[in-house]
């Protein structure tokens, strides 16, 4: 039986559902069955509210929900994640078909198809390469500002449809200044509709819960019954909506969604569409993988397991083509959602193939209700799911810990609120990479000396320490590479410089844990520099791997001091030394 | 006296010409006059070449090699550093302009102009910030390769002189290529002229001095008599030209020079073209810089003189200026006429206004004597310099040292080969800064336990080491930082997730220099997770800077263990608790 067991295990590399699968049983069905309905529920309104977002007739965000959801099924490690489309990746599809300039509805759907296609094509080629790490490089103040200051953004773009007035921007100077050029065309009845919409799931939010609780409710029953408002919400806008022929007296309706299954779509395959989408791309599935994976490891913490983030590119970059192959947009793993399917009790990935059955139903059957449901009301369901990204503490946290991190994350913030997303979460990742760069190109490095009775060294600004006028102990606080080895060069020749009988240069690498090729360079010409000026340059406490590196190039040879193990040995080896009086 | 001295130093700040110039004697203004007249009549040829070499008309290098030099002197640190246009500025010059596809001469010149003008502004403006730790981004062995990857490709480009055909090309592929294609129409008389200057001056550089010394000629003199080499080149080829009358022959001649003083020229104020040289300008204000700065270092050293690389800036900064407003294109400090400076003798940077004054003289009096000379002698002169600058052993060097230097190395090489410079020098400096985040990105964790009889910890794997099986430690050999956090992350719950009934797990930190805000929640989920499952998070030798960051945050309060000076104190006081079984 070998063979075969070697192959489901080669498999299970790239296809987790053969793990799962195996050992799927009634007992777990049962429960996924249940947290599907949970989130079809929740997912029917969001789909059609986040497909309004990014600029998108309704059914694409129904689409969206449908084939992605299956593809994760099977290609995903995670237990809980609902994919779909989300929010801040909705926007971000916005902005990238606005930057198209294109007003031909077919054309948008087969922009959004292919900006789909290409998220998946780039998170299927960062699985198989395993580059799952280069997520790593955006910072989580940086993660945790971008997604505040999209929150923000979203929601302000969201304000035209509760005035119903024609508004545009996608930065916030854009859609502010447009929304007050435009108020005075406010139409009253959407807001109301709005307004009362709005008003009604913060409330279900914050106060329904605790109301059901009274009332006799389990509390798990309870927080179910709130993540229905959205659809309570729908249900009565409708009524209202057709009741009283509001449709007629400007409120903007969402009209004929089509009913059936999902249609089979291509991507384009133009050069020309592919280059100017590219960027975009590989920003949504760069910040769709980050939050997923954030999503799916807080989640699989919680009964511990783990997931497998470069297996999470090849599940996220399969649901992604399966968006662009049947109507959709780019998807990622939803925060809300995967809560929600994780309280439900989903327990394996196919909760998401039952959610996908049901939101298909809701593509079958229930799209001729949705002819009169007002866009007001999908917005206010967008504004008040995405206040609750909205959190500027953020700012005030990072101001405490580290002005390099705050400015990080303030910069994020005002960048993405004035130039929009693309341009913030860019200008968050080369921020962050050009901070660290700069904070490691000026490397502490402190002079230090002897604290008597001990064998220990320790800063002279700092301590009461014992030092010789010939002799100078650096110790340098940084790895040694590029970017900082001429910082140092300068540091001791400027050290040098200074009036003093000077013979000996000890440099400390305790905690040097690489030198470069650049820094080995920089250090043979220190060596030969402070050699011209008849001053010894010593090493010590240099580590193994170090050392090793050393020692394949002739630094050593042409090292005019010696490299001692223990600072403590240079100095005793140093001071035992007969001292010549400065000239 | 007060106020005037503080004035005085204020502005010696931007004008070390007020400092240096109080005490300029006629002893130092012989020694720089003698070494201008020796660098003149090195520049002439050269200026003439590397204008060809740009794709620009000859007598733009002549005036590229007046007021520069002036700028220089006034705004300039370095008392040797001879400015001008140099072999690897003239061939990014011509890419510069070569992206443009122009064919108007008058055009291409502005453009060069222009690009002169914008690459000063860069250098000003990074002057006036302090940016000139920027340059540190290029790591040394990047720069290596850059630089004798751009020789071959200046001394391919050069073949076309020689052989007297029409071939063009940015890269190395293209314009070999196009060499191979025009070779049938290879003229003759330009062939012989060609290989013989080449040969004659790669004779001159090789054996002419010996065989002057061994004539009795002082080691000096003949020194400089060999540098006169290429004057004789230029003298003979364009006799043999004139007299043979080979240009009715198909010889390429220079033609007529413009005799005069220098135009006074404006930049162009188009914002489209200055959106399209832009890039170019910044990659040639970073290549001049960091060759300029290290030739000037290099030179300073040897008389124990510094430099000052943020006001090196500012001067290179004037000397484009410069370039840009009399019919000049970008300039830099050059690596063999600055030698040739120093040797010969320049005290202060008022050699080079001397040296200015020579070449003015030649605009003035000497061009129409150039009518005749041979492109051909041109190409020879420049591919004998540059193949100086070709030096492959950059690769065996970084190869033996470091895989990832020299993989930076080899990719520049190629890049620069296969694509041309400016992708050549992008590619480094990106490949650079990648490979050194990829680096820290996967930091050094070593599990360690006691050395026997000591206080001493050791890795695991590499000695005998005393260890519990209910405490593991780990020490961690990098700055925590976003890149890496992850990594460390992982790497403990991997750990902690073997059978084993582990209770402390503890951190060694006595190599980590910084833990920024994503490494800080990274620690503070990993003390959450490992708090999950009943085990204590501790650290130990954390550092006096780190440890004042972490107590701005709520970490400590929340950490399940201890913070322990040395790690001896964590297993004095670990090991003495009683161990429970594992269940």
Redesign the interface.
């Known amino acids: 039986m070998t063979p075969p067991r070697l192959t489901a295990r080669h498999f299970t590399r790239y296809l987790p559902i053969l793990d799962w699968g195996r050992r799927y049983d009634r007992e777990s069905a049962t429960s996924d069955i249940v947290a599907a309905v949970i989130v079809t529920i929740m997912l029917i309104p969001q789909s059609l509210a986040y497909a309004l977002l990014a600029g998108l007739p309704a059914e694409m965000g129904l689409y969206a929900s449908i084939l992605p959801l299956v593809a994760y099924t099977i290609f995903g490690t995670s237990r809980a994640l609902a994919v779909g489309p989300v929010a801040v990746v909705s926007l971000m599809t916005a902005a990238a078909i606005g930057n198209l300039g294109l007003s031909d509805p077919v054309q948008i759907a087969l922009a959004a198809g292919t900006l789909a296609f290409l998220s998946g094509a780039i998170l299927l080629v960062m699985g198989v390469l395993r580059l799952g ?1 280069l997520a ?7 993660i945790a500002g971008f997604i505040t200051a999209s929150g923000v953004l979203i929601a302000t773009s969201q304000l035209k449809h509760i005035l119903g007035v024609e508004a545009h921007g996608h930065n916030l100077v854009g859609l502010v200044g447009s929304l007050v050029a435009h108020q005075g065309e406010t139409n009253l009845y959407t807001l109301v509709i709005g307004v009362s919409a709005t008003a009604f799931l913060f409330w279900v939010r914050k106060g329904l819960k605790p109301l059901l609780i009274n009332a006799g409710l389990k509390p798990r029953l309870a927080d179910i019954a709130a993540k229905a408002g959205p659809v309570a919400a729908v249900a009565v806008t409708i009524l209202v909506t057709w009741a009283f022929g509001l449709n007629a007296r400007g409120v903007a309706i969402v009209g004929e969604v089509p009913t059936g299954l999902p249609p089979l779509t291509l991507p384009s395959l133009s050069p020309a569409l592919w280059n100017q989408l590219f960027l975009s791309a590989l920003l949504i599935s760069i910040i769709g993988f980050v939050e997923s994976v954030s999503v799916a490891q807080t989640l699989a ?1 919680k009964k ?1 397991q ?1 997931i497998v983030p470069d297996q999470e590119l090849i599940g996220l970059g399969a649901s992604n083509v399966a968006a662009a192959v049947s109507g959709g947009y780019p998807v990622t793993g939803g925060f809300a959602r995967s809560v929600v399917n994780f309280d439900a009790g989903a327990e394996t990935p196919a909760a998401g193939a039952f959610t996908a059955v049901g939101i298909l139903l809701a593509a079958l059957l229930l799209t001729p209700l949705l002819y009169f449901l007002p866009k007001a009301t999908l917005a206010a369901t967008i504004i008040v799911a995405v206040l609750s990204l909205v959190d500027f503490s953020i700012l005030k ?2 101001w ?3 002005r ?2 705050f400015t990080a994350v303030a910069a994020t913030i005002l960048l993405t609120l004035g130039f929009g997303v693309e341009t913030g979460v860019s200008a968050g990742v080369i921020i ?2 050009g901070l ?2 700069y ?6 490095v402190a002079e230090v000396g002897l604290v008597p009775g001990t064998q220990h060294f320790r800063n002279i600004l ?1 301590h009461k320490v014992e030092t010789r006028p010939d002799i100078v102990t650096l110790r340098v ?3 040694l ?7 140092l060069e300068d540091y001791v ?1 400027n050290r040098v ?1 200074c009036e003093q009988p000077l013979k000996h240069v000890v440099l400390m690498f ?2 040097v ?2 030198v ?3 820094a ?3 250090l043979e010409e220190l060596n030969r ?1 402070l050699g ?2 008849e001053i010894s340059l010593h090493l010590s406490e240099v ?3 170090v050392m090793d ?1 050393l020692k ?2 002739h630094f050593l040879d042409e090292l005019t001091g010696e490299v001692f193990l223990a600072q403590y040995d240079a100095w005793k080896k140093l001071t035992g030394t007969p001292v010549r009086a400065a000239s």
Request: proline share 7%.
């Open positions: 790490f790593n490089f955006l910072s989580h103040p940086v913490a511990r783990r946290k990072s405490t810990y580290s390099v991190d962050s990479i660290h760069l904070k490691t190109s000026r490397p502490h700092r606080d940084e790895s590479y590029f970017a900082n080895a001429r910082f020749l410089a305790p905690a844990n690489e470069d090729m650049s080995l360079e920089t520099r011209d000026m580590k193994g791997p590196r394949r190039s």
